[in-house]
T-cell receptor
């Protein structure tokens, strides 16, 4: 039982490049989330999903897109990376009881 | 709107107590507490629901003052393992979005 996994762990991009971050969970959770964490800012919600095929915007969605084609996977895309998107990205999932989010280990992204 | 946490940082000796506060300007449905150790993912500690229900950690306690829209996390007889950054997350309704505060860094020294 791996819980929540994220790929890749680290990435360096040049401004304007694109990439996709993959989040996978093996707990059969309905809800999945993407957060970014910047120093002193806590965790800010980018997008989330309440089930396969559904997505919704969070607090800071601009510059990101997401897809949830399979229940266990939640993808976060950056179409044209900007230095302001340098951050640590965390994925989380939550079961139907809806009180505990399980976080993945994070992806450290640097955009130069 | 992001909840406000205080203090921003605290240093303790092993065995000492600490209180971390989380305040909101809006009426809250629930408050969630997480701890994040350096370089790791946040881990759930506790949830406090409107109406008084609590679920979570057996060594850490918390309160939720619905009138003041404030929650406090109580760390008693602190251990070295309590070191980390504590985040509160708040929900305004029974929906699915949590809004996190900026965090409180706690360091416990021997």
């Amino acid at each position: 039982n791996a819980g929540v996994t994220q790929t890749p762990k680290f990435r360096v991009l040049k401004t304007g490049q694109s990439m996709t971050l993959l989040c996978a969970q093996d707990m059969n959770h309905e809800y999945m989330y993407w957060y970014r964490q910047d120093p002193g800012m806590g965790l800010r919600l980018i997008h989330y999903s309440v089930g396969e095929g559904t997505t919704a915007k969070g607090e800071v969605p601009d510059g990101y897109n997401v897809s949830r084609l399979k229940k266990q996977n939640f993808l976060l895309g950056l179409e044209s990376a900007a230095p302001s998107q340098t951050s640590v990205y965390f994925c989380a999932s939550m079961g139907s009881a809806r009180y505990e989010q399980y976080f993945g280990p994070g992806t450290r992204l640097t955009v130069t | 709107q992001q909840p406000v946490q205080s203090p921003q940082a605290v240093i303790l000796r092993e065995g000492e107590d600490a209180v971390i506060n989380c305040s909101s300007s809006k009426a809250l449905y629930s408050v969630h507490w997480y701890r994040q150790k350096h370089g790791e993912a946040p881990v759930f500690l506790m949830i406090l629901l409107k109406g008084g229900e609590q679920k979570g950690h057996d060594k850490i306690s918390a309160s939720f003052n619905e009138k003041k829209q404030q929650s406090s996390l109580y760390l008693t007889a602190s251990q070295l393992s309590y070191s980390g950054t504590y985040f509160c997350g708040t929900k305004l309704n029974a929906g699915n979005m949590l809004t996190f505060g900026g965090g409180t860094r706690l360091m416990v020294k021997p």
